[in-house]
């Protein structure tokens, strides 16, 4: 199983920039599908990326596109999520997750997930 921890949010002003690290322990990193999450107040959790597990097919929420990029870094085991263009319809707590798989699809369903991280709270003021 592997284990995830989050990084990087913060507090910033609209128009800015964040990047977040979800770093993994455990399993060969390269053998994980990931994604961003994030979660509102009082609304349900959301899809914002996802990444295969070579890091070749990305995929983005239609309120993000343009906007974050995700990528990830086999050597250090992390996953990073780059926002800008910040805006306060961002803020939310932002989860990384993971999903063992031996194929090369992007997973863009909380279902498909088995491991997540505690969560990094991201806030953009007006």
């Known amino acids: 199983q592997v284990q995830l921890v989050e990084s990087g949010g913060g507090l910033v002003q609209a128009g800015g920039s964040l990047r977040l690290s979800c770093e993994a322990s455990?399993?060969?990193?390269?053998?994980?599908?990931m994604g961003w999450f994030r979660q509102a107040p009082g609304k349900e959790r959301e899809f914002v990326a996802a990444?295969?597990?070579?890091?070749?097919?990305?995929y983005y929420a239609d309120s993000v596109k343009g906007r974050f990029i995700i990528s990830t870094d086999n050597a250090k085991r992390t996953m990073y999520l780059q926002m800008s263009s910040l805006n306060p319809e961002d803020t939310a707590v932002y989860f990384c997750a993971a999903t063992y798989t031996i194929y090369n699809p992007i997973y863009t369903s909380m279902k498909d997930y088995d491991a997540w991280g505690q969560g990094t709270q991201v806030t953009v003021s007006s």
């Open positions: 455990g399993r060969t990193f390269s053998t994980y599908g």
């Open positions: 990444i295969s597990r070579s890091g070749g097919n990305t």
